[in-house]
């Protein structure tokens, strides 16, 4: 069996979860608290997941909503978190929005808010992975850099929340975007890769 790789040209996020799980982050129960249509778990699904989707109506999975969980903390093992993190602004992609929860017009802020709001919940209910997937993107002429973002919400020690993460693993899931829109200098590199990042919990 190959090595598993931190970047990777996986077919898609099923394939990238199933050596995620090679190394151990997602064993015993795990909570996927954005299941949707359960694309992550195709090729490999622990025994015990726990599948939850606020917007999905399948009677076999709980309805809450990721930033206000219905567990108690450190509940499970390990929590997964696949939040919309498009920046895109006027949705413009129809289906694929509906899909993927950016059918509505966000700000950056909103957006940023949300991946953090979401991602500190799951650190509470965790008891000792937490993965979260996000995407370094180019809004506005600059690069907003996501995962700096989620990093340091999760690793930063306040008196409202004593109890952080280490971040300790990172996969690199290379994508191939639209070509750089016609009659527009560009200013940075495209970014061709979306991320998965691994957090274990009470570490420093």
Not at 30 to 49: I, K, M, N, Q
Not at 54 to 67: I, V
Not at 86 to 112: C, F, I, S
Request: aromatic share 8%; net charge neutral.
């Amino acid at each position: 069996m190959s090595d598993v790789r931190a970047v990777g040209q996986w077919r898609n996020n099923a394939d990238l979860i199933a050596d995620v799980a090679r190394l151990g982050y997602l064993d015993g129960t795990v909570l996927d608290v954005t299941y949707g249509e359960g694309a992550f778990w195709r090729v490999y699904s622990p025994p015990g997941l726990i599948t939850n989707d606020l917007h999905k109506a399948n009677p076999n999975e709980l309805h809450d909503d990721y930033r206000a969980l219905s567990f108690e903390d450190n509940a499970v093992d390990a929590v997964v978190f696949d939040p919309p993190y498009k920046l895109n602004g006027t949705p413009a992609m129809g289906a694929m929005d509906d899909r993927y929860g950016t059918g509505r017009r966000t700000t950056r802020a909103e957006v940023l808010d949300d991946i953090v709001a979401g991602a500190l919940e799951g650190l509470r209910v965790t008891r000792r992975y937490l993965l979260v997937k996000c995407q370094d993107q180019v809004e506005g002429g600059r690069v907003r850099w996501q995962t700096d973002v989620v990093t340091e919400a999760l690793t930063h020690v306040c008196l409202e929340r004593p109890v952080a993460a280490r971040k300790v693993d990172r996969f690199d899931l290379v994508t191939h975007p639209r070509p750089q829109p016609g009659g527009r200098r560009q200013l940075t590199a495209r970014r061709n890769h979306s991320t998965l990042l691994v957090f274990e919990k009470g570490r420093q």
